[in-house]
């Protein structure tokens, strides 16, 4: 990239801790030159950092310069970058709404200042919620109207003034500002995320809020056993059915659930639980918007992105980053720390991931692990350095700090250290297994399933890089798909699930899979588990936001909390075994110890064991067949009892396990462990076996 040291023959560029790398995977071998390559572009971009700016601080503090502010004096100061911009003007409530009274001083290198003196009273110029608008004159002539790339605060307007959203001061008196009463989390070693989204997480057909989310929800999520929580959609967004990730403006927490300081409570209120907190961020596109986002903001369609078609999704009909640009990355690394810093979160979740490793933005794509795909032309190296210097800053800087890659690509290295020639992720979401659960739901009978391959799908991961192991997420639920349960049990959940009505076969063999299935997820599929928002108790149907072709209804875009809480309904059992599976992993520590050692995968029996944490987990998904005294191979001798059966009552079960009985092993090596145990395992029935003294 033409810099200091990517300019060197990459053989000649030191990286770290690159022998780690090479010896866990000699594959990456023939790959050494590109590896050091991408480092020395690392190398050039957090070099350039220091160079042009005071420090590094100042660089990723740059939320506290750019944009609007008032200052200590009350004097009013906004600070933007347009480089092909004639002029910019500050106008709105302050003004009258004059367009060009307020021109910005031209700086270098494209930035442009102004600075409004405060009142004769003392007070600033610029009121708290006062409506702001910048007006930028392009090579044209033309004076458009725009919002700062750095609005802290922006809202939707009455939809007699139309749907472009407007910009408000947000600079609320000392007293009314959130004061934070508790200390961030520490990261925990076993990770497990709550996915969420703030509007639908009331019963009702409205939008829900900061509030009632932090005084209803919080405590489901703290009872069901999860440690923390990834916020969705809260990078403010004008279409609210984009589900938060066409975002319009990076600086504003979302107005529609509430304000900046109910945000701050929110997360306040997740820290005091316990919950560490997590953002769901998107710097992979941006909204095409013009009015009240980034595109055209110097009246070019570069400014913040690439120029012509490079610049453009060819799916996601959204803006492109141009992540070389000095500016852009100053925009996007300060809006992370702008999130840590301002509103206390704790970690990130990267979405589109796939979208910008890669030129073809991952699109047609099927990624056969053939490592030249990772590796070659296709290969975005400027999106590769960007995400190397976010992570490398946010660990550095944060050292509490989790990131989490959305990729579907399986980049080798994605979840290693940047000093080894990682990408500095510390996991990437599994999503090759919720695509298996669909696959396998939508197109065979429970009968037809290929144990080998469900296992392999489970562990199928490159050593010593975590993945977030889910069965299902926002994406399986949208309209278009179904979730898990409605999948499995479709409109007899409108019929048979109370406890009080006859029984059904679609449904008891709903939640027997239902179980199953989100078990040997969580115990064998990753280093980390996630859940979406209402899918523990098995919320039917499917997600569909307010919009044109549904009449702008909030009808599937709510999750029906009554239906859990009502005691004569079933979902209680599938949210009690969700909250058990969690509890058990909070106790035996299974998401951080090693990966599962998978001993027997039987087609036939459709039986399946493996020992992870020192525990035993034996699961048989046959239909109809149960095993008494079927043997299992396991490696450590004693007495063991099971701590957690799918076929509890309280689990909707049918009760035909007596845990209260020990169970022993014995010298006979089976399935090439030294020892084996004999157990009684019912049909679609799951269970757990603790060594005694761990109990």
Not at 125 to 154: C, F, M, N, R
Request: hydrophobic letters at 35%; proline letters at 5%.
């Amino acid at each position: 990239m033409g810099g200091k040291y990517s300019s060197c023959d990459p053989m000649e560029i030191e990286v770290p801790e690159l022998k780690r790398l090479l010896e866990r995977d000699p594959y990456l071998q023939p790959y050494e030159r590109e590896i050091r390559r991408r480092y020395a572009c690392f190398k050039d971009a957090t070099e350039k950092i220091c160079e042009c700016e005071q420090d590094l601080s100042t660089f990723l503090k740059s939320y506290k310069t750019y944009g609007l502010h008032v200052n200590s004096d009350n004097s009013v100061h906004c600070l933007e970058w347009a480089p092909q911009a004639q002029q910019l003007f500050l106008t709105g409530d302050f003004n009258g709404w004059n367009r060009t009274s307020h021109p910005f001083t031209k700086l270098e290198y494209g930035k442009w200042k102004i600075v409004l003196p405060p009142n004769e009273d003392g007070t600033p110029l610029i009121k708290h919620l006062s409506e702001v608008k910048i007006i930028v004159q392009t090579q044209t002539g033309a004076l458009e109207d725009k919002l700062s790339p750095w609005a802290t605060y922006v809202v939707q307007p009455p939809k007699p003034e139309g749907t472009t959203f407007k910009q408000r001061l947000w600079n609320p008196p000392m007293s009314e500002r959130y004061q934070f009463k508790h200390a961030k989390v520490q990261k925990p070693k076993s990770l497990r995320i709550y996915e969420c989204h703030v509007g639908i997480a009331t019963p009702e057909q409205k939008v829900g809020s900061y509030l009632e989310f932090a005084k209803n929800i919080i405590p489901r999520i703290k009872k069901q056993g999860y440690n923390a929580i990834q916020l969705m959609a809260i990078m403010e967004h004008a279409y609210y059915a984009s589900f938060g990730y066409q975002v319009t403006s990076f600086y504003a927490a979302s107005s529609r659930f509430g304000t900046p300081e109910e945000l701050k409570e929110l997360v306040d209120t997740a820290h005091g639980c316990g919950l560490y907190v997590l953002l769901d961020v998107v710097h992979s596109h941006a909204s095409k918007n013009v009015m009240d986002g980034l595109n055209l903001f110097d009246g070019t369609d570069s400014c913040y992105f690439h120029s012509g078609p490079r610049g453009q999704h060819p799916l996601w009909d959204s803006r492109l980053f141009n992540y070389i640009e000095f500016e852009v990355q100053r925009f996007l690394l300060s809006n992370l720390c702008f999130y840590l810093d301002e509103y206390q979160f704790d970690g990130f979740r990267f979405d589109g991931v796939t979208s910008m490793l890669y030129h073809s933005r991952g699109v047609g794509e099927g990624f056969s692990g053939n490592y030249d795909e990772y590796f070659g032309m296709n290969v975005d190296t400027e999106a590769v350095v960007y995400l190397m210097v976010a992570n490398y800053i946010l660990h550095q800087q944060y050292p509490n700090v989790i990131t989490i890659a959305e990729d579907v690509s399986g980049m080798p290295g994605s979840c290693r250290p940047v000093a080894e020639g990682g990408l500095g992720f510390d996991y990437r979401l599994a999503m090759a297994i919720p695509d298996k659960w669909i696959e396998l739901l939508k197109g065979q009978r429970d009968e037809e399933w290929n144990i080998g391959n469900i296992v392999h799908t489970l562990s199928n991961r490159r050593w010593m890089e975590g993945n977030v192991a889910y069965a299902e997420s926002h994406d399986q639920a949208l309209v278009g798909d179904k979730t898990i349960a409605f999948w499995l049990m479709d409109k007899e959940m409108y019929t048979h699930m109370s406890t009080i009505s006859d029984s059904s076969p679609i449904i008891d063999r709903g939640l027997a899979l239902h179980k199953l299935i989100r078990l040997i997820t969580h115990a064998l599929g990753g280093e980390a588990y996630l859940n979406f928002i209402g899918n523990e108790f098995g919320h039917p149907e499917w997600l569909d936001f307010p919009r044109v072709g549904n009449n702008d209804s909030f009808h599937y875009a709510r999750r029906q909390w009554n239906l859990v809480d009502d005691d004569l309904l079933k979902y209680k059992f599938l949210n009690n075994f969700d909250a058990a599976m969690n509890h058990n992993e909070e106790k035996f520590g299974w998401l951080s110890s090693g990966p599962g050692y998978v001993s027997w995968k039987h087609e036939e029996d459709k039986v399946i064991a493996f020992e992870r944490a020192g525990l035993l987990f034996v699961f048989n998904f046959h239909h109809t067949k149960s095993f008494a005294d079927y043997r299992v191979g396991i490696e450590n001798a004693g007495e063991y009892r099971i701590v957690l059966s799918s076929d509890d009552p309280n689990f909707g079960g049918q009760n035909r396990i007596d845990t209260s009985v020990s169970y022993f092993t014995q010298p006979e090596g089976y399935a090439m462990r030294p020892n084996s145990i004999q157990v009684y395992i019912p049909s679609r029935t799951a269970i757990i076996l603790a060594p005694i003294n761990r109990i």
